[in-house]
């Protein structure tokens, strides 16, 4: 079992820059895939980012790439998002999840969801 949460949304400026954080519960942290998803207003929720167990791969979604960083410490349990140059289009709820898959871009691979944190880009 393993628990997600999500820190670090708020409301900001287009242009501006928010790093999002997902710290996860239990010992096999290291083991999981990670990934962020997001969901706008009366869209379905969709692929961001992923990276790999340790970190070697990431993939992003093409509208992120170039903006967006994900990264992960698995000392500390934790994975990132640092998110540049944001738009309005990036409002969204974000969300961290976990995957035993070594990275997936698809949400059927993952098995553990947090809650979500708001992200708001204001014009």
């Known amino acids: 079992q393993v628990q997600l949460v999500e820190s670090g949304g708020g409301l900001v400026q287009t242009g501006g820059s928010l790093r999002l954080s997902c710290a996860a519960s239990?010992?096999?942290?290291?083991?999981?895939?990670m990934g962020w998803f997001r969901q706008a207003p009366g869209k379905e929720r969709e692929f961001v980012a992923a990276i790999s167990w340790k970190g070697a791969s990431t993939y992003y979604t093409d509208s992120v790439k170039g903006r967006f960083t994900i990264s992960r410490d698995n000392a500390k349990n934790t994975v990132f998002l640092q998110m540049n140059s944001l738009k309005p289009e990036d409002t969204a709820v974000y969300y961290c999840?976990?995957?035993?898959?070594?990275?997936?871009?698809?949400?059927?691979?993952?098995?553990?969801w947090g809650q979500g944190t708001q992200v708001t880009v204001s014009s």
């Open positions: 999840a976990a995957s035993s898959s070594r990275i997936g871009v698809v949400q059927r691979e993952y098995k553990y």
């Open positions: 239990g010992r096999t942290f290291s083991s999981y895939g």
